[in-house]
């Protein structure tokens, strides 16, 4: 367990600092040695330092990370059903199954309780969310937003610009974010069919105000008001040694943010033991692809875990592209799951120190199209607790080897990299 969660603000460089410094100095973990621990720590108070201005952060906050999706998707409803004030959900896919119009209905039942409910959806990835669909919300006052209408009439910027976020916030005290999209594919057998192995968090305590200025930014990015309990509140005080230190990652092109990429980069740069990424979807640009290299070529362990079957074969295809190149560099790559249970979920850990979760792929849409968002997180035991959850999805996986590669097709290389070059389109 956690500390339990105390007063927290957004950090100014002295409270950023001690909080580093003190979440640095509990104690070390079996996989962070106590010879190795001294100089980690002066590092990633150099790195965190690095980080900063990526992006607002804040101490004394409970981070709870979720892999089981009927367990999450009950932590989410019954927050929902516990709200006072407000109740704000941003999503990339909602489908009109079960867990869909469940949660449509909690939506309902919050704004019928006078609760402000905002839901911003993206409009093609809901395809099957229509007028008919949303409009018993809107009857009661829920404000139902698409993101980028693909009709070109209503369409406010290209139509590859999607809004790949996952977000519900309620009131000012707990927020979830990973890469959970709203429907029976992301729930466990429960409420669902299991389809999809994916990442959680929940976070309380004052980060949550981080993730609602993003929301509202968002908001006012397509044309809409602000929501009303948007308005600033008086920060409480800081008090670093309480909880986690949570900073928030956006990346969006449309308004020059690239604080995830900038994250990666600066990470793989500084990173002295290991770096472990899950990306489902990996097709990883330029600049990020000669990070890894880089980093695994001067003795850090870099691994990366991916799809193997896909629900976007295509993806498949193009990652092989890039395989042989970054084994030949030292990447450890692996390929997880089976046609009935795909990967879909976004993580990264590093040095047994930082964790990030949220919606961002190593890939071109995540790198350089899509709104998306993730949570860092600075402390030993979730870093741990996301370690852990990637050695037991190894277990399910096969490594790929370079000899692997070495018996491929010319048919089948000229395949791998048309559809690269397809996906940087």
């Not at 600049?287 to 295509?314: E, H, N, Y």
Request: charge should be positive; hydrophobic fraction near 45%.
């Amino acid at each position: 367990m956690q500390p339990p969660v105390s007063a927290a603000s957004a950090l100014d460089a002295r409270d950023f600092e001690a909080a580093v410094r003190e979440m640095l100095g509990r104690e070390g973990t079996a996989s962070s040695p106590a010879r190795l621990l001294e100089p980690l720590r002066r590092r990633w108070v150099a790195t965190m330092r690095q980080l900063r201005p990526l992006g607002g952060c804040a101490t004394g906050n409970r981070v709870q990370l979720y892999e089981s999706g009927d367990e999450i998707w009950d932590r989410m409803w019954r927050a929902m059903r516990g709200a006072k004030r407000r109740v704000w959900l941003e999503t990339y896919i909602l489908e009109p199954d079960g867990v869909g119009t469940r949660t449509l209905a909690e939506l309902a039942n919050a704004a019928g309780r006078g609760c402000e409910v905002v839901f911003l959806y993206d409009d093609f990835g809901s395809l099957r969310v229509n007028d008919a669909l949303l409009a018993p919300l809107r009857a009661i006052g829920v404000r139902a937003l698409a993101y980028n209408p693909i009709l070109p009439w209503r369409r406010r910027g290209p139509i590859l610009r999607r809004n790949h976020r996952k977000l519900l916030i309620v009131d000012s005290d707990v927020a979830f974010c990973g890469g959970l999209n709203v429907g029976e594919d992301y729930a466990g057998p429960k409420l669902g069919n299991s389809r999809f192995r994916d990442s959680h968090v929940r976070v309380e305590g004052a980060a949550v105000r981080e993730l609602a200025r993003l929301f509202a930014a968002t908001l006012a990015e397509i044309g809409e008001e602000a929501p009303a309990s948007a308005r600033a509140e008086d920060p409480p005080a800081c008090v670093p040694s309480a909880g986690s230190l949570v900073q928030v990652l956006e990346s969006n092109q449309f308004r020059k943010r690239r604080a995830i990429q900038r994250m990666l980069r600066t990470t793989l740069q500084r990173a002295s033991l290991r770096c472990w990424a899950t990306s489902p979807y990996f097709v990883p640009p330029p600049r990020l692809r000669q990070a890894m290299g880089k980093a695994a070529r001067r003795g850090v362990d870099v691994r990366v875990l991916t799809a193997g079957p896909s629900d976007v074969p295509l993806v498949s295809l193009a990652s092989q592209h890039v395989y042989a190149w970054l084994l030949a560099r030292g990447v450890r790559i692996f390929e997880y799951g089976t046609k009935e249970r795909l990967l879909h979920a976004k993580s990264v850990t590093v040095d047994g120190v930082y964790g990030m979760v949220g919606s961002f792929n190593f890939d071109y849409l995540s790198w350089g199209r899509n709104l998306e968002v993730n949570v860092g997180v600075l402390d030993l035991k979730f870093a741990r607790e996301l370690e852990q959850q990637f050695e037991h999805d190894l277990e399910q996986a096969r490594e790929v080897k370079l000899a692997d590669l070495a018996g491929r097709s010319a048919w089948q290389r000229m395949l791998q990299a048309l559809a690269f070059r397809l996906l940087r389109l």
